[in-house]
């Protein structure tokens, strides 16, 4: 059976799915504060890197864990809405790029995994 990374459509498809997310991102006001002064092609980088990975792609994720990555945000006010928001620029995404909805809600599901490593809880 192949991998969510390899169903979704591989590295082009990872490619695509984080630009778009991240434009769907950097432009909703309820979240686009927290990535201010944010080395956008780096965070994109890391993004890939961990989205393949989770997905079950190459491991060449080299960040932090969750819980560190993240502590400053949490800091800066970052809670459930605002993952939230995240979530749903990521499923709305898969689904724009036309990925199915089972997959979209192992996505999800997987993004939910780490909710409480994100918000610090």
Do not use: W
Not at 10 to 24: E, L, N, P, Q
Not at 40 to 48: C, F, L, N, S, Y
């Amino acid at each position: 059976m192949s991998t969510l990374y390899e169903q979704i459509g591989g590295a082009k498809a990872m490619d695509a799915a984080v630009d778009i997310f991240y434009r769907r991102v950097l432009s909703d006001d309820r979240i686009s504060r927290f990535f201010e002064g944010v080395d956008m092609e780096r965070q994109a980088a890391k993004q890939k890197a961990f989205l393949t990975m989770v997905c079950g792609g190459p491991n060449s994720y080299t960040g932090q864990d969750m819980r560190r990555g993240h502590a400053h945000l949490v800091k800066q006010g970052l809670n459930d809405t605002h993952f939230n928001v995240v979530v749903e620029h990521l499923a709305g995404t898969l689904s724009d790029l036309g990925v199915p909805a089972p997959l979209i809600q192992q996505v999800g599901a997987l993004a939910e995994s780490v909710r409480a490593d994100v918000l610090n809880k």
